[in-house]
């Protein structure tokens, strides 16, 4: 197994997932799912394939904080925009990832209310003008 997935399964496997399961067939693929809920954010934002990894990265993020207990979510976004806004970094820099992250967990919320799945990892490749994305992802455990 390689490093890269021995990690992805340690990842799983911290949040409680016994293996990876395709996704069966009739149900969303999260790749696309995460495609469609970022369609008008890269519309806005890629102008180039550097900007469009970052709007999925961040699209990606905002999936997952949605999916967090409501008085948890400003504690999860701050841990995110810690880590990926340097501390003297710019305004507008952190305006763009908060606007990314929201609007993505409300389209998630509008187009996907029933869909459980935390993303635990995604990989973007870009090869001319077309993007592909691989997710990997598990449902989220119910809270009591």
Known sequence: ??????????????????????????????????????????????????????VIM????????????????AVVEKEILDQLVPQDGSGEAMGMAIHIMDTAAERRETMFPDLRKVIVDHEVEIVGANLTLNVTSAAVPEVD
């Open 58 to 73: 961040l699209v990606v993020f905002g999936w997952n904080k949605s999916l967090s207990p409501p008085d948890k979510q």
């Open 1 to 54: 197994m390689s490093s890269k997935a021995q990690e992805r399964w340690q990842r799983l496997a911290a949040m409680g997932a016994k293996g990876e399961i395709p996704t069966p067939e009739g149900e969303a693929r999260m790749s696309a799912v995460i495609l469609e809920v970022a369609e008008p954010l890269l519309k806005q934002y890629a102008e180039t394939p550097e900007r469009a990894k970052t």
